[in-house]
């Protein structure tokens, strides 16, 4: 497993932009695909961006294309959750996760970080 560290949530006005950070500890990080998730109150946790260890290939949900951008910098550990754009609906905690292969399925993640969260106002 990887230990994952989230960070750069906070409270913003609709509109604005937020740059989510997940720090990954251990020395094959490149290995593992990565998922950004996120859970709201009273609801279930629900995919939100993600990409494969092999080709990168990104993946995101219907309800963040055209506003959030995920990428990642094997150098650095670290993988970012660039959100534009935001509205009242994506208030949440946002989790980052970790796994051997691509899911949206949160059950497929083995590693989670404690989560950050993300309050936007109207």
């Known amino acids: 497993q990887v230990q994952l560290v989230e960070s750069g949530g906070g409270l913003v006005l609709a509109g604005d932009s937020l740059r989510l950070s997940c720090a990954a500890s251990g020395r094959t990080f490149s290995r593992y695909a990565v998922g950004w998730f996120r859970q709201a109150p009273g609801k279930e946790r629900e995919f939100v961006a993600g990409?494969?260890?092999?080709?990168?290939?990104?993946y995101y949900a219907d309800s963040v294309k055209g506003r959030f951008t995920i990428s990642r910098d094997n150098a650095k550990k670290t993988v970012y959750l660039q959100m534009n754009n935001l509205k009242p609906e994506d208030t949440a905690v946002y989790y980052c996760?970790?796994?051997?292969?691509?899911?949206?399925?949160?059950?497929?993640?083995?590693?989670w970080g404690q989560g950050t969260q993300v309050t936007v106002s109207a």
């Open positions: 996760a970790a796994t051997d292969i691509f899911s949206a399925s949160n059950d497929a993640y083995d590693s």
């Open positions: 990409f494969r260890r092999t080709d990168a290939g990104t």
